[in-house]
């Protein structure tokens, strides 16, 4: 009777687990990871709406990110596509291949995979010029952000929306995820007076919209007047995190490896406009922080006294590679988030900035001002009050009071332009 039973039981578990695989690769996709499945803009473009690109002469903006559920990458499945004909490709600050480090120029060259030209977006070339687009009818935007304002690729977007509208091309954006969710919007609105390409236009530290959602705004609260389309993903809910899908996430810059990354970077990538390392040259950027003159366990044990959620922060030591720092033993913390959605990055990030400028009034620096007398702490944080208050000595909550009211503008006015 034993044995009759454990047989019966095994018998139910392994066709359990045959039926459990077979639901789950029954369409190719969703192997080894869980989560809630989400139809990418180029998969809606080349399964539902081909037709807006069929017969035309096709530009390509992309990079490595560029890839449908099965990571193919969207340059190949244009090329390879009988009824696609693409003509050009362009690239954001890392390259279309993301082969290169932050600030560096691409110069421009010929795609080996496709024989296609590649022209950089990234340098000495913001926004295409009339002759890059010469061989172009429509152009496409197909880039996974990060949910933070100084992300430089929607600016990328924003200047080629504006060479588009210029010569009269329309423009199609395929949509992707907020990493971050679409939910959360925090931090100050950008000062109009320190617009840069860390941050064009009055938008806060972590936005909470799409690529596409952007793409509408920027089209008409900023008079680009484009002639824009954006390629809707199916089944992405605002309330997800990149983790909550079923994709796989391809790193958008060679720091910005994990999802991981991208949750802490509104708050975390401040520490750039500091001599403090954020952690580049390093295996994580943004999650490390330190510098050699800090006391790594006093540092974590402030911080964790201030019992900020969804985060804690364990002391830890680290040799940057490149970078600030690069080559020198260093000390600080490792930001560990415990509630991804309780967690606050951009408070998180005032707050280390606060504490290490208040602890270390001797070697803590914010990065040299320019000759208008703007740090580059000031373009990351998108004002220069910030900065004059955290050297007065206002609290956080104090500085994040000050910006609650161009926030809630804001949240008003991004209310018109979600399409989730």
Do not use: C
């Not at 362009?90 to 993301?98: C, I, N, S």
């Not at 210029?166 to 949509?175: C, Q, S």
């Not at 064009?200 to 007047?225: D, K, Q, S, W």
């Not at 390629?231 to 999802?259: A, C, H, I, Q």
């Amino acid at each position: 009777m034993k044995k009759w039973f454990v047989m019966v039981i095994t018998t139910v578990l392994v066709l359990s687990s045959l039926t459990a695989a077979l639901t789950t690769n029954a369409d190719g996709k969703g192997k080894g990871k869980q989560g809630k499945q989400v139809k990418l803009g180029v998969e809606v473009l080349l399964d539902e709406q081909k037709d807006l690109i069929e017969g035309q002469k096709v530009g390509l903006i992309t990079n490595p990110t560029g890839v449908d559920q099965e990571l193919n990458s969207i340059v190949d499945l244009l090329h390879n596509d009988p009824d696609v004909n693409l003509t050009a490709l362009y690239g954001p600050e890392h390259g279309v291949r993301g082969s290169a480090q932050a600030g560096e120029y691409v110069e421009f060259y010929i795609d080996e995979e496709t024989g296609l030209p590649v022209y950089s977006l990234y340098g000495q070339t913001r926004k295409p010029t009339p002759e890059m687009l010469e061989n172009v009818d429509v152009l496409l935007f197909d880039i996974q952000d990060v949910g933070t304002r100084f992300y430089t690729y929607i600016y990328t977007m924003a200047y080629a929306m504006e060479a588009a509208a210029e010569n009269d091309i329309p423009f199609i954006v395929l949509d992707r995820p907020n990493p971050i969710s679409g939910t959360k919007v925090e931090g100050p609105v950008l000062d109009p007076e320190y617009s840069s390409f860390v941050g064009m236009y009055p938008i806060p530290l972590r936005h909470g919209m799409t690529v596409g959602e952007l793409a509408r705004l920027f089209n008409e609260e900023f008079e680009i007047g484009a002639d824009l389309t954006v390629v809707e993903m199916d089944g992405w809910k605002r309330n997800m995190y990149y983790d909550d899908t079923s994709l796989e996430f391809v790193l958008p810059s060679p720091n910005m490896p994990t999802v991981d990354t991208a949750l802490v970077y509104p708050g975390a990538a401040l520490i750039e406009g500091t001599n403090v390392s954020e952690g580049r040259g390093t295996t994580k950027p943004f999650e490390l922080i330190g510098a050699p003159f800090i006391n790594s366990t006093e540092l974590a044990a402030e911080l964790n006294d201030l019992k900020l959620r969804g985060v804690t922060f364990r002391a830890a030591s680290f040799t940057p590679v490149f970078s600030k720092h690069s080559g020198q033993l260093s000390h600080g913390v490792q930001l560990h988030v415990t509630d991804q959605k309780a967690f606050s990055p951009v408070e998180t990030g005032l707050h280390l900035v606060k504490t290490i400028h208040d602890n270390y009034p001797e070697d803590f620096e914010f990065r040299a001002e320019n000759s208008a007398g703007v740090s580059f702490f000031d373009l990351l944080i998108g004002n220069g009050w910030v900065r004059d208050a955290i050297e007065e000595g206002q609290s956080v909550k104090e500085i994040k009071a000050q910006w609650q009211d161009d926030l809630e503008q804001f949240k008003n006015t991004r209310e018109q332009y979600l399409l989730y």
